[in-house]
């Protein structure tokens, strides 16, 4: 830490970017498998203290899970149960203790069949939210674990 002079007397400590104090907990490792524009999803996993390893398609994703111990697994749908839920029982089949949260792309609404269908038939394991729902439920649980 350096000191720098104030000019109302009192010395000022500035703390560096590297820090111990102001690096972020480590929580564990997750997955986010599909397209994060702008790596908005990675970057606020990242800052609530999470490792973060991306997967752009299932196969990706399978592959990852394989050489990696992970936490989690985050979705971020594009409108495919079917791919979705293949995607979801191929995780389990690898890690069976993985939790997986789908985060519904953005303008999905209950009254669509895909959000229908993943509400009416939960994957054990899995978790449905907003991507909303996921940014208010980081910033509301900073001390436990996400997953």
């Given at each position: 830490?350096?000191?720098?002079?104030?000019?109302?007397?009192?010395?000022?400590?500035?703390?560096?970017?590297?820090?111990?104090?102001?690096?972020?907990?480590?929580r564990g490792?997750?997955?986010?498998?599909?397209?994060?524009?702008?790596?908005?999803?990675?970057?606020?996993?990242?800052?609530?203290?999470?490792?973060?390893?991306?997967?752009?398609?299932?196969?990706?994703a399978l592959?990852?899970?394989?050489?990696?111990?992970?936490?989690?697994?985050?979705?971020?749908?594009?409108?495919?149960?079917?791919?979705?839920?293949?995607?979801?029982?191929?995780?389990?089949?690898?890690?069976?203790?993985?939790?997986?949260?789908?985060?519904?792309?953005?303008?999905?609404?209950?009254?669509?069949?895909?959000?229908?269908?993943?509400?009416?038939?939960?994957?054990?394991?899995?978790?449905?939210?907003?991507?909303?729902?996921?940014?208010?439920?980081l910033r509301?649980?900073?001390?436990?674990?996400?997953?």
């Amino acid at each position: 830490m350096a000191i720098k002079p104030n000019p109302w007397g009192a010395p000022i400590e500035q703390i560096s970017l590297n820090s111990p104090m102001t690096a972020p907990i480590q929580r564990g490792k997750i997955m986010l498998i599909g397209v994060d524009r702008n790596n908005v999803q990675e970057r606020r996993f990242r800052a609530a203290g999470y490792e973060v390893v991306c997967a752009a398609n299932r196969r990706s994703a399978l592959d990852c899970v394989r050489h990696h111990a992970l936490e989690g697994a985050v979705i971020l749908s594009r409108g495919s149960t079917l791919s979705i839920a293949e995607t979801i029982l191929s995780l389990k089949d690898l890690c069976p203790v993985i939790k997986i949260i789908i985060v519904l792309r953005q303008g999905a609404q209950s009254t669509d069949r895909f959000v229908r269908q993943l509400m009416n038939h939960p994957i054990e394991g899995s978790e449905i939210m907003t991507r909303r729902e996921l940014q208010k439920r980081l910033r509301q649980e900073p001390l436990k674990h996400f997953f």
